[in-house]
C-alpha cells in the first residue's frame, strides 16, 4: 500500500493548477491585472487582515505567480513558498524578515558576487552583521556562531570554486544552535537536490537559471520547509511575538509550518515590493515543465566537458565535483547522486590575458553573466561577476585570476568542443589587457 | 493562549484577538495528528466579528503538553472540562473528521452546555485500515504519506491553496510532524477512532442546531457515510462541496467560511 500522490515529473506539468478553476484553458492563464474585485467591504476586510486567503494586489501575490510557487514548493517538498523579482531579491527578503538590526549570520564565503556584496556591505546598513566561513570549514561553522546568531547561509555548490557545504553536518550545526539553515539551492535545481531532505530549514533559488532555462525572466523563490521550530527559544520574535501590523498576530503561533512564508508575504513584500510579474513567472513555468529532460542533458554535457578540459594542455586545472581527485567528490556522490550540476570552473594557463583571450574567440558559446541557460556560457569572474571584490576577498572566496566560469549548455558536444578549441588556440596568442 | 484543563497546560489559538468571556464562544476541535492551526481561515474571522474563539490542541497534540487522550469518550468529555476552565458556560463547537466524533460526544455527554454542533468531514464510525493503523502506531512516516493522500481531494493533489504560496499536502503532513512523534499523536488517534463504537447512538440523542459539511471527493470519511450520519440527527443542515476532499477547512475554507457564517449567524447570533 503506498500514496498515489504525484511524482517529480507529474508535479514538474502539473502541481499549483487545476484547469477546472480557470475557464478550462490547459495552459496556466496570464493574469496580467494589478488588483482584484472585492465581493464586498467584509470581505476586503477579512483578506486585509488575513482571516482568509485570496488576492488583494499583485504585489503581495498573483494567480499566475501563485501557481509558480506551489510548483517550485512541491517539487522542494516544501509547505510555503513566496516567489521574488530576482535571485537577490528572495535572499535580501529572506534575511530581513529572519533578522532585526543588531543581529549576525555565519555565512560560506564561496557565493555569487551579489550575495557576498550583499552580506558585506549592504546588510551592516541595517545593523544586521556577517562571518563568513569557507564552505569545507565545517567546524568554522560552529565556532563562528554567536549569541545574536539567526542562521547559516551557504550555496550547497559554491559559486565560482564548485567547492561544496557539507549541507546534512552543518545542518546539525545549525539544530544545536537553534538557528535556521538556508541553503540558495540555484545550481542544483530540486531535480538534483531537495535540501530539506538533508536538514536545511529555507531554501532560496535564482529562478532565472536552470529552472528557467530559456534566460527569458529574472524570478527568485523562497521556499520553507516547515521544519524550523521558531519558538524552540527566544532567538526570533519576529515570528513569536504579537505583530503590531496585524493587530498582535504571532505568525509562529498562528500559522506553523508556513510562519516564516506568512510573514516574508505580509511583511516583506507589503513593505519593500520585490514582487514577480505574471509573465515571467509564465515563462519560468515552462521551463520546469521540462526541468528533468534538462538537468540529465546538461549533465552529461558536463560530465564530458570535465573529461575533455582535464586532459587538455591549455588547462591548468579542472572543478567540478564529479571529478577525479576533487576534494568533495564523496559528499557529492552521497546529497547529489543524480549529478553535481552543469558548472565548472577551470583554471587556464597563461593566467587573466589568456583567459580573455578565449572568452573573446569563442563564438558558439555566450560571454554573459548569467548560468543555467540551455545554451553554454563562459565568463571570467575575476574580471565580471566577482570583480567589485578586493584580492584579499577573491582569494578567501576562492578565486584566481586564470579562473574561467563556464555553465554547460545543451548543444551538441561536438560543437561546444570545437568552439573551445578556437579559443584555446587564441588564449596562445599575447594581448592586451585591462589592469585593474 | 494557554489555560489550564485538568491540571495540563492547555493552548488555543484565539484568531488573534483576546479571550473574552463575556462574549459568545466557538470551540474548533482538529481531526487526527493535527492541531489549531488547521482553523485558521475559519478563526480569524469569527474572532474579528465578535465571537470568542478557541481553536484547541488537544491533550499531547500541537502546542498544548500531557499524552494524547485514548478514548473519544475522554477527548469530549475533555472539551466540555475546556468550556468550565475558561469560565464560560456554554460553546458552539465545530469539529473536523475526528474532531466529529469528540464534539459530538462533548454534546451528547454535556447538553446543556453545548448550543450548536459543526460536523466537516464527519462520520458516525471512522474505522482505520488495519495497515495504516500499524504504520501509524509504529510512527512510519508513511502513515502520513498515506493520510495526505487520502485526505485532499483535487486541490491538495494539484494545487490552489486559498492561501496563495501555500502548499496542501506538504502543509499538512508536516502539522501532523511537528514537534511530536507520530505514534504519540496520529497513532493515539487512530486507534480512538477505530475503537469507537458509539458514533451513531451519540448522534440519536443530539438534539440542537447541527450542520454537516461533507466534501463529494472525501476519501477518509466518504460522502455517503457522511449523509448517513446526517441522517441520525434530528434536523441536521447538510451541505455538500463539489470537487473537494475531506480536508474541506482548507481545499474549499471559503465556501467552508461561508456556509458556517451562515449556520452560527442564524443559529448562535450574537447578542445586540
Redesign the interface.
Known amino acids: ?6 511524482k517529480f515529473d507529474t508535479l514538474s506539468l ?5 484547469p ?2 480557470n475557464a478550462g484553458s490547459r495552459q496556466v492563464p496570464i493574469y496580467q491585472t494589478t488588483s482584484y474585485m472585492f465581493d464586498d467591504v467584509d470581505h476586503a ?2 483578506l486585509f ?7 488583494i494586489y499583485s504585489r ?3 494567480p499566475t ?3 509558480l ?3 517550485v ?2 517539487l522542494e ?7 521574488t523579482a530576482s535571485g537577490m531579491s528572495a535572499i535580501f527578503l529572506t534575511i530581513m524578515t529572519l533578522c532585526n538590526a543588531g543581529d549576525h549570520m555565519v555565512v560560506s564565503s564561496q557565493l555569487y558576487g551579489g550575495t557576498v556584496n550583499l552580506f558585506r556591505l549592504t546588510l551592516p546598513k541595517f545593523g544586521i552583521k556577517t562571518t563568513f566561513v569557507k564552505p569545507r570549514d565545517t567546524e568554522g561553522f560552529k565556532k563562528a556562531i554567536q549569541p545574536n546568531t539567526k542562521g547559516i547561509f551557504g550555496e550547497l555548490v559554491g559559486n565560482p570554486g564548485n567547492e561544496l557545504m557539507n549541507m546534512p553536518e552543518v545542518s546539525k550545526i545549525a539544530k544545536d544552535a537553534g538557528i535556521p539553515l538556508i541553503i540558495d539551492s540555484t545550481y542544483q535545481t530540486p531535480y538534483l537536490c531537495r535540501p530539506f531532505e538533508h536538514g536545511a530549514d529555507l531554501v532560496v533559488h535564482s529562478l532565472t537559471k536552470w529552472m528557467s532555462g530559456n534566460g527569458s525572466s529574472m524570478a527568485g523563490i523562497l521556499v520553507e ?3 524550523f ?1 521558531w ?1 524552540q527559544n527566544d532567538k526570533f520574535p519576529n515570528m513569536t511575538e504579537p505583530y503590531e501590523g ?4 504571532s505568525f509562529a ?6 510562519a516564516f ?2 510573514m516574508a ?1 505580509a511583511e516583506g513584500m507589503r513593505d519593500m515590493g520585490p514582487c514577480l510579474a505574471p509573465q515571467n513567472a509564465w515563462n519560468i513555468l515552462h521551463g520546469i515543465e521540462t526541468l528533468s529532460l534538462r538537468m540529465e542533458k546538461h549533465c552529461s554535457n558536463a560530465l564530458k566537458m570535465v573529461e575533455y578540459l582535464s586532459n587538455h594542455e591549455s588547462v591548468a586545472w579542472v572543478s567540478h565535483a564529479s571529478a577525479p581527485g576533487h576534494p568533495d567528490k564523496e559528499l557529492a556522490e552521497k546529497i547529489l547522486p543524480k549529478g553535481t550540476g552543469s558548472m565548472i570552473a577551470f583554471g587556464i594557463k597563461g593566467g587573466k590575458e589568456a583567459g580573455a583571450a578565449f572568452i573573446d574567440n569563442v563564438k558558439l558559446a555566450s560571454h554573459l553573466a548569467n548560468v543555467g541557460d540551455a545554451r553554454t556560457l563562459v565568463i571570467h569572474p575575476a574580471s565580471a561577476t566577482h570583480s567589485q571584490m578586493d584580492e584579499a576577498t577573491l582569494k578567501f572566496a576562492g578565486l584566481s585570476h586564470d579562473m574561467i566560469r563556464l555553465s554547460v549548455g545543451l548543444e551538441d558536444f561536438e560543437d561546444i568542443v570545437n568552439d573551445f578549441e578556437n579559443g584555446f588556440r587564441a588564449a596562445k596568442k599575447p594581448r592586451l589587457v585591462a589592469n585593474k | 493562549m494557554r489555560f489550564k484543563v485538568r491540571g495540563i497546560d492547555t493552548f488555543a ?1 484565539t484568531g ?2 483576546p479571550f473574552d468571556k463575556n462574549k459568545p464562544l466557538m470551540i474548533f476541535v482538529h481531526g487526527s495528528g493535527l ?1 489549531h ?1 488547521v482553523w ?2 475559519q478563526t ?2 469569527f474572532a ?1 466579528r465578535g465571537y470568542s474563539i478557541l481553536a484547541i490542541d488537544l491533550p499531547g497534540h500541537g ?1 498544548s503538553s500531557g499524552e494524547s487522550l485514548k478514548t473519544i469518550e475522554e477527548m469530549g468529555d475533555w472539551v466540555g472540562d475546556v468550556i468550565d476552565a475558561v469560565g464560560c458556560k456554554e460553546a458552539s463547537l465545530v469539529g473536523h473528521s475526528q474532531g466529529c466524533l469528540v464534539t459530538m460526544e462533548c454534546a451528547k455527554q454535556h447538553p446543556e452546555k453545548i448550543k450548536t454542533l459543526t460536523l466537516m468531514g464527519g462520520a458516525g464510525a471512522i474505522p482505520l ?1 488495519p ?2 493503523l500499524e504504520l501509524a502506531e509504529t510512527s512510519n512516516t ?1 502513515a502520513v ?2 493520510m ?2 487520502w485526505a485532499h481531494g ?2 491538495g ?11 496542501h ?3 499538512g503532513s ?2 501532523v510532524q ?2 511530536k512523534e507520530i505514534k504519540d499523536t496520529l497513532g493515539v488517534d487512530f486507534r480512538a477512532c477505530d475503537n469507537y463504537k458509539n458514533g451513531f447512538e451519540a448522534a440519536k440523542k443530539l438534539d440542537l442546531p447541527t450542520l454537516c459539511i461533507l466534501g463529494d471527493a472525501d476519501k477518509m470519511c466518504p460522502l455517503k457515510e457522511g449523509k448517513k450520519l446526517a441522517d441520525h440527527i434530528k434536523g441536521s443542515e447538510v451541505h455538500v462541496i463539489n ?1 473537494c476532499g475531506h480536508m474541506m477547512l482548507l481545499e474549499e ?2 465556501q467552508t ?1 461561508e456556509i458556517l457564517k451562515s449556520f452560527i449567524g442564524k443559529h448562535y447570533p450574537l447578542k445586540k
Open positions: 500500500m503506498d500514496p498515489k500522490t504525484y502539473h502541481a499549483g493548477y487545476q477546472s478553476k476586510a477579512a487582515n488575513l482571516e482568509r486567503g485570496g488576492h503581495m501575490s498573483n505567480v501563485q501557481v510557487e506551489e510548483r514548493c512541491a517538498g516544501g509547505t510555503a513558498a513566496l516567489a520547509g516547515g521544519t521550530n519558538m496585524y493587530h498582535g498576530l503561533e498562528e500559522f506553523g509550518p508556513t512564508t506568512m508575504r | 489559538s488573534g484577538r492541531s492551526m485558521v481561515l480569524r474571522y474579528f502546542l485500515n495497515e495504516l508513511k504519506d498515506l495526505m493522500d483535487p486541490a493533489h494539484f494545487g490552489g491553496h486559498p492561501v496563495p504560496g501555500l502548499y499536502l506538504n502543509v508536516m502539522l511537528e514537534k470537487n475554507a471559503d467560511l
